[in-house]
């Protein structure tokens, strides 16, 4: 049987960072990827490799970005978003579940990791285009979310599979794992399928790092709800929650939100896996600057509750819980400027008109009636007094209505109008299994599985209800810096 210290199961960031810091260990490391070459990396390969990161003022950039120009430098506010902030944010959005000692490695640990990877060769770039507006000639970043890998998701990937090249690591594609080989003693290897052939490889440690369970319809529907399988999903479609399975069955406990996920406003059209092709471009993220309106026509959640990063994890759900599971997101011209580069892409599902009758009319499935009422009785309620400002929460809200909008509202009166059909689209799931300090893998007495790690999305305990934006592949990073390094260090020791 060939042997390792330390497999990695999955291809993503999470595995790529457990893979590199067992290998720093001293480790021989194979990585186990399910996927075929093309579509390998999961769902890290979708994203736009946002990262968030504690770090307290530019300096600290700086380090991680050394590129950054005299003139960035000039005509940007990068302000500071330190550990308190990040740790705060985690608590808030997460209705103060959040495991603290996850949380407290994560806020901690985040600038460190970034710098560690940047040592490794993975370069960083500020967010200009989605996380800063220019107001009076300066760029603002706003949200706690300023820094994204070069290249996005894309980039971040291939350059770790340069890294992981340049390492000795070996990759297997198309090599999905069934099972662990296990006994009372702990892990010992485990069981894969490679290109349709089962084999057994064995090894000192195993990391697991398949994601969660959210391109699994049966798993979304017996844990997230009725009505999940009816979700798109935004990426991979090969998280099926494999590594969570092979965990419980040897007896790891169950942990964290499992009837949660993180889910958005995604093109109503779009297919039911992602598509490399167009990355995360089916999202449509700008509806804090217009209304979200469903068949009814009718409002269904405060769409500048706070800045998108905090609300729009958590408005897929309210999407498919709405008749038809669609919404159409509303826009006039004096926000069009605003929206995100995504809203320009050509598979998108859009309608425009002169008039807000006009566009009624072609606001597909939605009572017409309904929705002319509710963009009158909406309009009428707008505090204009109030300055617009986007980089803000600018406290321009209605007054009112049933249900309020918080901020950045703005009367739709202004043709051109534009609206955008969106649907439920599941990114990953929240539950998964309990890791420790080291990120071994706990079973359901309170143990340590020997042998047994793991990191990213399948770690359970981070995220309740909602999730703020880029702390995904930062958790990844993270826990799969921690559990790597721990199993090289075990394997050898
Ligand atoms: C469209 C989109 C945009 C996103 N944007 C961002 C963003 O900008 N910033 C951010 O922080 N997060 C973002 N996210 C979330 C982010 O992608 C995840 O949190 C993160 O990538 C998870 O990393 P991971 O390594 O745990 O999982 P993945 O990257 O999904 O990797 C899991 C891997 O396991 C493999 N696998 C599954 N089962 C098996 C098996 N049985 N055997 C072997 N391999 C297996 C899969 O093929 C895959 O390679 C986004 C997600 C999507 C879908």
Redo the contacts with the bound molecule.
């Keep these: 049987m060939p042997s390792y210290d330390v497999i990695v ?9 457990a893979a590199l810091a067992a290998r720093e260990a001293g480790a021989s490391v194979l990585v ?4 075929p070459q093309d ?14 990161v504690a770090y307290n003022g530019v300096e600290d950039l700086k380090r991680l970005m050394p590129d950054l120009t005299e003139e960035e430098l000039a005509n940007t506010d990068f302000g500071a978003y330190g550990d308190e902030q990040f740790y705060d944010d985690l608590c808030r959005v997460t209705q103060y579940r959040t495991d603290p000692k996850l949380a407290e490695a994560l806020v901690t640990r985040s600038l460190d990791t970034m710098l560690w990877m940047h040592a490794k060769g993975i370069r960083f770039a500020p967010i200009y285009g989605r996380q800063a507006f220019k107001v009076e000639g300066r760029f603002k970043f706003w949200g706690g979310l300023t820094v ?1 890998a070069w290249g ?2 894309p980039g971040l ?1 291939d350059a770790h599979y340069a890294i992981a090249e340049r390492n000795g690591i070996d990759v297997r594609y198309q ?4 099972g662990l080989i296990s006994d009372d003693g702990g892990v010992h290897g485990v069981v ?1 399928r490679i290109k349709g052939k089962t084999e057994k490889i064995a090894a000192r440690c195993v990391v697991l ?4 369970f ?1 391109a699994n319809a049966e798993w979304r529907t017996r844990y997230l709800g009725p009505g999940w399988d009816l979700a798109k ?4 479609r ?6 969570i399975r ?1 965990a419980l069955e040897i007896g790891a406990m169950p942990y964290g939100n499992w009837s949660g996920c ?1 889910a958005v406003g995604w093109d109503r059209n779009a297919p039911e896996f ?1 598509d490399l092709s167009v ?2 471009g ?2 449509k993220h700008s509806y804090p600057f217009g209304i979200l309106v469903n068949g009814r026509g009718r409002r269904f959640v405060d769409e500048g509750a706070d800045f998108r990063n905090y609300t729009y994890a958590k408005y897929g759900r309210a999407i498919l819980e709405q008749p038809g599971q669609f919404a159409w997101q509303v826009f006039d011209r004096k926000v069009l400027h605003l929206l995100r580069d995504e809203y320009r892409i050509k598979r998108v599902t859009k309608v425009s008109a002169e008039t807000i009758e006009a566009l009624a009319a072609k606001l597909e499935d939605v009572d017409a009636a309904g929705f002319l009422e509710e963009v009158r009785t909406y309009n009428s309620a707008v505090q204009t007094q109030t300055p617009f400002n986007p980089n803000v929460k600018d406290g321009r809200c209605t007054r009112g209505l049933a249900l309020e909008k918080s901020n950045w509202a703005n009367p739709i009166d202004t043709p051109p109008f534009e609206a955008y059909a969106v649907t439920c ?1 599941v ?2 799931t929240f539950g998964g299994l309990r890791i420790d300090d080291s990120g071994s893998v706990i079973d359901t007495d309170g143990e340590r599985i020997r042998g047994l790690y793991a ?4 770690v359970g305990g981070l995220f309740y209800f909602n999730y703020p ?8 990073a993270v826990f ?1 810096r921690i559990a790597g390094g721990a199993a090289g260090a075990a394997s050898r020791g």
């Design positions: 199961l999955g291809g993503g960031n999470a595995a790529f960072c186990v990827e399910a996927a579509e390998s990396a999961g769902n890290s390969r979708f994203t736009a490799g946002a990262m968030r994204e996005g998701g990937v090599s999905r794992a069934l894969v790092a398949t994601g969660g959210e999903v935004r990426g991979t090969f998280n099926t929650g494999d590594g092979m993180h992602g990355g995360d089916f999202q689209g990114t990953f990191a990213g999305e399948l934006g880029g702390t995904g592949l930062m958790s990844g799969g």
